[in-house]
């Protein structure tokens, strides 16, 4: 069965950096598009960020410049490398292919 296993959350002050990685399980992982969601109290889950089986990206405009999508395909893990983080990024992330969802791992960002 499908599994998609986050990590790399945590507490961070505003300024920070923090990487996610997700690990993917049950699946030819190369051949499908992964993403990261977020889903911040109160408000609806959103795309953050994209990335083919080919590499190719896209992002969400509040975070462009600031994330980098990337991901190992001999590793099956996908990556969210988050930098100049906001308190606004405060949410939990949640990583995605097709209708398969992980459990989710919060990113706090706060002084």
């Known amino acids: 069965q499908v599994q998609l296993v986050e990590s790399g959350g945590g507490l961070v002050q505003p300024g920070g950096s923090l990487k996610l990685s997700c690990v993917a399980s049950?699946?030819?992982?190369?051949?499908?598009?992964m993403a990261w969601y977020r889903q911040a109290p109160g408000k609806e889950r959103e795309l953050v960020a994209r990335?083919?089986?080919?590499?190719?990206?896209n992002y969400a405009d509040s975070v462009k410049g600031r994330f980098t999508i990337s991901r190992t395909n001999a590793k099956n893990t996908v990556y969210l490398q988050m930098n100049s983080l906001k308190p606004e990024d405060t949410a939990v992330y949640y990583c995605?292919?097709?209708?398969?969802w992980g459990q989710g791992t919060l990113v706090t960002v706060s002084s």
């Open positions: 995605n292919t097709a209708t398969y």
């Open positions: 049950g699946f030819i992982f190369r051949l499908n598009t």
């Open positions: 990335i083919t089986g080919i590499g190719s990206t």
